[in-house]
């Protein structure tokens, strides 16, 4: 665009600009699956911003908190537009809500999915053997 302005002197000034449209990201649904997952299984989601203007930032996180990386759970950036969270080996404490953030410069959406994890059940206090006499409490 161009803009020019003139004043009743004859005095004029001229400035050239360009506009620029950028599109917000969106990202394509994913899950974990329906059933809950039994633990030392192993998952991976990957999470594609579908539409939206580059440069792209994505990042992963779990219960609202930022997702650090560990010996069994780990994200890569796959291309510009798509990063997979893969779980190795998936324990009690994968549990919970994973989302997916694509942000621009024109805007930012995200994308939720729940890990239920099966555990096999643990004594919290291993019981021992009592004796009691017959009608005794």
Not at 40 to 64: F, N, Y
Not at 75 to 89: A, Y
């Amino acid at each position: 665009y161009t803009c020019v302005a003139k004043n009743e002197e004859g005095y004029s000034a001229r400035s050239d600009l360009e506009v620029s449209v950028m599109e917000p990201p969106e990202i394509l649904e994913f899950t974990f699956g329906s059933k809950p997952v039994n633990e030392g299984e192993v998952r991976q989601i990957v999470c594609l911003a579908s539409k939206g203007d580059e440069p792209l930032r994505i990042s992963w996180s779990l219960q609202g908190q930022d997702l650090a990386p560990g010996p069994d759970l780990t994200t890569t950036q796959l291309g510009s537009r798509s990063s997979m969270l893969m779980i190795s080996r998936v324990s009690h404490r994968h549990s919970g809500t994973y989302t997916c953030t694509a942000t621009n410069p024109a805007g930012s959406t995200f994308h939720s999915a729940e890990l239920i994890v099966n555990v096999p059940p643990r004594w919290t206090v291993e019981p021992t053997d009592k004796q009691f006499a017959q009608g005794s409490d």
